[in-house]
């Protein structure tokens, strides 16, 4: 298959490409290396199987002409860090919201049937119970989140209105190599300096979820039919607590740091575990029951 990936070069795009090359797809990656890296893909683009374009998905017609031929989009590019879209509120609204309106837009126009969308537990807000179902109100609570929801309800709208089928699939906090700037890079580089690790509240308890799943349901999502029936929850539906995290990785890495708590950062959810009893019904793809099992891969 043709597949155009938006923010391919970022931290889950970039694991996507990989194994989508690995099974013999052809792959455009489309990244206005906001936060990409071109070194994160550069060992695929000597093939004929992968090409990068250094383009913004403000650009409506960039986007028609790049997509043209393809058979799938993820759509990933996007204003992808909390305190960032709260930091440049703009951004996050014309990338996260208008940007998702002209992937569709351009899928739309040529004719692309298949749309997978990674929206974010931030849709829900804070929850009002755990673990959270997909009917739980969305109720967000930064405008990484607003943006979030807004561009689930434009696919929706989309696939309503036209021949498409799209998968909104709503992510816990992935992890993996080649993040940063996220609680388990940062906490990471943190232990193997001896820094202290900084706490914002103490109170946060957080569903981690390997890059490497989310990738095999990524993939899954091409032709999985009931995943196109509503949104998805991807997460371990396990909690962790900051701490836990902590103290695990301190271990891990046989650090000596000290856990410093500042006071909590008022955009931030303090808790959510997802619930996958829908995500159980839609994909046979097996999560592991250590939501951390893939901590020590990153250490390595
Ligand atoms: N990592 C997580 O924990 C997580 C959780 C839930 C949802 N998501 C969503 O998954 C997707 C991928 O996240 P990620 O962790 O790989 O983040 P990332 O920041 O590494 O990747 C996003 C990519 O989008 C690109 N981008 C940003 N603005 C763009 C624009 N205007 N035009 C073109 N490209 C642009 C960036 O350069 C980057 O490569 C995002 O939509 C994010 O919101 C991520």
Not at 69 to 72: K, S, Y
Not at 122 to 141: F, R
Not at 222 to 229: D, G, L, P, Y
């Given at each position: 298959m043709k597949i155009f990936i938006t923010g391919g070069a970022g931290f889950i795009g970039s694991h996507l490409v990989d194994k989508l090359i690995e099974q013999k797809h052809e792959v455009i990656i489309f990244d206005?290396?906001?936060?990409?890296?071109v070194e994160n893909i550069e060992r695929h683009?000597?093939?004929?199987?992968a090409r990068f374009v250094n383009g913004d998905i403000r650009d409506f017609d960039a986007l028609v002409r790049k997509s043209a031929?393809?058979?799938?989009v993820f759509h990933l590019a996007a204003q992808s860090n909390v305190m960032g879209s709260v930091t440049d509120i703009d951004y996050s609204f014309e990338t996260n919201v208008v940007g998702t309106y002209n992937v569709l837009k351009a899928a739309q126009k040529n004719g692309i049937k298949r749309f997978v969308f990674s929206s974010?537990?931030?849709?829900?807000?804070?929850?009002?119970?755990?673990?959270?179902?997909?009917?739980?109100?969305?109720?967000?609570?930064n405008s990484y989140g607003a943006s979030k929801v807004a561009g689930e309800k434009y696919c929706q709208v989309f696939q309503s209105m036209f021949d498409m089928e799209v998968v909104i699939l709503r992510f816990s906090n992935v992890y993996g190599?080649?993040?940063?700037?996220r609680v388990i890079p940062i906490f990471l580089d943190d232990v193997k300096t001896d820094k202290d690790i900084t706490i914002f509240g103490g109170k946060q308890v957080i569903d981690f979820i390997s890059i490497h799943t989310i990738c095999d349901v990524l993939i899954d999502s091409?032709?999985?039919?009931?995943?196109?029936?509503s949104p998805t929850n991807v997460g371990s539906g396990t909690g962790i607590s900051l701490f836990e995290l902590a103290e695990r990785i301190k271990n891990l890495v046989k650090s000596g740091s000290k856990i410093i708590v500042e006071p909590a950062r008022?955009?931030?959810?303090v808790k959510y575990i997802a619930s996958l009893e829908r995500y159980n019904k839609v994909f046979d793809i097996k999560i592991n029951p250590?939501?951390?099992?893939?901590?020590p891969k990153m250490i390595e």
């Open positions: 206005n290396l906001f936060r990409g890296k683009l000597t093939a004929k199987s031929g393809c058979d799938v974010s537990r931030e849709s829900y807000g804070e929850a009002q119970t755990v673990p959270v179902k997909e009917n739980h109100p969305l109720d967000s609570k190599s080649r993040d940063f700037g091409i032709t999985n039919r009931e995943a196109a029936e008022s955009v931030e959810v250590d939501p951390l099992c893939d901590l």
